[in-house]
């Protein structure tokens, strides 16, 4: 079965960090590349970061370049999201997802939330 | 970075009945246009890709078509399990986007 699990989330205050990470089964993990895409409360979906399956092509949205940094480790079959400088703004579900040949997503975790505040 | 514009925001439809959704790309994508299907409390679920290729397992009912700068998603005789919210996503440059999301209720 094809399994993507979220993890690292919680409740943290603005200015500090949080690791995300993503456990991924069931496929040949590096031959996909994988991002992270997030959901702020009651709101639409937000492309965050990419990933090429070998980390030689990474990608930002403008709204966390600078903030965030992607990772991935093949040998683990997992996906990273390190966050720094956390603002409210950051408060989401932040799911990770895998794309093939061509950057639509599929499939999808089930998201971990993230939720900033003093 | 590409725009997705999505309309309407809201579309109340009866069981039944044809559901037609759009989506609008601010500068051209090619075909390089996804929709997802997201139900609460729910993760995003592919439906189709290629602006008009089916996802694995998706009812037929599911149809989507456009190239360029505009997209429709028409789901042909709504199903109780079809109402939730529909996205559209360009993967033809990064970043990639969203639109912001049609509901589709009942009526």
């Known amino acids: 079965e094809v399994q993507l699990v979220e993890s690292g989330g919680g409740l943290v205050q603005p200015g500090r960090s949080l690791r995300l990470s993503c456990a991924a089964s069931g496929f040949t993990f590096d031959d996909y590349a994988m991002h992270w895409v997030r959901q702020a409360p009651g709101k639409g979906l937000e492309w965050v970061s990419g990933?090429?399956?070998?980390?030689?092509?990474?990608g930002y949205a403008d709204s966390v370049k600078g903030r965030f940094t992607i990772s991935r480790d093949n040998a683990k079959n997992s996906l990273y999201l390190q966050m720094n400088s956390l603002r409210a703004e950051d408060t989401a579900l932040y799911y990770c997802a895998a794309t093939t040949k061509q950057d639509w997503f599929d499939p999808w975790g089930q998201g971990t939330l993230v939720t900033v505040s003093s | 970075e590409i725009v997705m514009t999505q309309s309407p925001a809201t579309l109340s439809v009866s069981p039944g009945e044809r559901a037609t959704l759009s989506c609008r790309a601010s500068q051209s994508v090619s075909s390089n246009l996804a929709w997802y299907q997201q139900k609460p409390g729910q993760a995003p679920r592919l439906l189709i890709y290629?602006?008009?290729t089916r996802a694995t397992g998706i009812p037929a009912r599911f149809s989507g078509s456009g190239s360029g700068t505009e997209f429709t998603l028409t789901i042909s005789s709504l199903q109780s399990e079809d109402f939730a919210v529909y996205y559209c996503?360009?993967?033809?440059?990064?970043?990639?986007?969203f639109g912001q999301g049609t509901k589709v209720e009942i009526k």
């Open positions: 290629g602006a008009s």
């Open positions: 990933i090429s399956w070998n980390s030689g092509s990474i």
């Open positions: 996503q360009q993967y033809n440059n990064w970043p990639l986007t």
